[in-house]
């Protein structure tokens, strides 16, 4: 008898934990198709602002080409330097793209509040990780406004030689006489020492001969002055110089500095050098090289 009792005991136990346990499942399934029927309210809601948000991406992108190449036009009809028209389009497509992102975020309903700090804190995180870049943006704007050269003329940048490209947001692109692109950033131009070969429309020639000791310096000299008065491309004014300079271990040394246009230097530079050799050979005037004189004593 008491073992029936206590197997009734049991069973109806066993039942309440089955029932007990049914309910919490059921409480569960229904707290959670609570959640998602709320979540997939707020997403039906969600849409149509999402949908705006996106034609309204669309078209701004349209409305920003658009706008970007009415810039572009209408810098080409104005007096700035193809340089810059390239930085200042560059910056202000970044900007147009940068109000785009704002608009859309706030038809999401973002709080204004919140995107204010999200591109603060973005710009704080930007403006430590790339110090460097933000050194060339400001120094495109140094170049920009300064305009210490123009596309197309010849520089001497950071140790490198070449003609200017372009001047982007962060780099002035150069290319060299051996036709290497370079690529200078902007910091490191607007800091450092620039060289414009073409700001002025003339450049002179410096070049140096040396002669033996034993040659006719007088006659040298003529023979220079001739070679200089025969090329075309020489300028008469400034009139070339040709002096005595130096008197070395091994040769008397002569200075010779002509004035040229800018575009004819090298062909100039290389046309002298090679008709002063042809000259002096015909007239044997020697050219020393370095030599060695050994005196043996007789004990």
Not at 105 to 114: A, F, H
Not at 156 to 176: A, F, H, Q
Not at 209 to 232: C, M, P
Request: charged share 20%; proline share 3%; glycine share 4%.
């Amino acid at each position: 008898m008491q073992k029936e009792i206590t197997t009734l005991l049991s069973e109806d136990a066993t039942s309440v934990t089955d029932t007990t346990t049914s309910v919490t499942v059921q409480q569960q399934v229904t707290k959670t198709a609570g959640v998602l029927e709320k979540g997939l309210d707020k997403f039906k809601d969600a849409i149509p602002s999402m949908l705006v948000a996106l034609l309204v991406f669309v078209f701004g992108v349209i409305v920003v080409k658009i706008i970007l190449r009415i810039v572009r036009r209408a810098m080409k009809r104005s007096n700035i330097d193809n340089a810059a028209k390239n930085f200042l389009v560059s910056f202000i497509k970044i900007i147009l793209y940068i109000n785009i992102v704002i608009i859309v975020l706030s038809l999401l309903k973002v709080p204004m509040s919140s995107i204010i700090t999200i591109f603060g804190a973005a710009g704080l995180a930007v403006s430590l990780a790339l110090q460097n870049c933000l050194s060339n943006l400001a120094g495109g704007f140094i170049i920009l406004f300064s305009k210490p050269f123009a596309a197309g003329d010849i520089l001497e940048i950071d140790g490198s030689v070449g003609k200017v490209d372009t001047i982007s947001i962060l780099y002035t692109k150069i290319i060299t006489f051996d036709n290497k692109t370079v690529f200078i950033p902007n910091g490191k131009v607007s800091e450092g020492k620039i060289i414009n070969y073409t700001e002025s429309p003339t450049r002179r020639i410096d070049l140096k001969f040396d002669i033996s000791y034993a040659a006719d310096y007088q006659r040298a000299r003529e023979l220079i002055l001739t070679a200089a008065a025969d090329n075309k491309l020489i300028l008469k004014s400034p009139e070339p110089l040709v002096r005595m300079s130096a008197h070395s271990d091994h040769s008397v040394a002569i200075d010779v500095l002509v004035w040229v246009n800018n575009d004819d230097y090298f062909n100039v530079r290389y046309s002298m050098i090679e008709a002063v050799k042809s000259s002096f050979d015909e007239n044997g005037i020697e050219i020393p090289f370095s030599q060695l004189d050994v005196h043996i004593k007789e004990q």
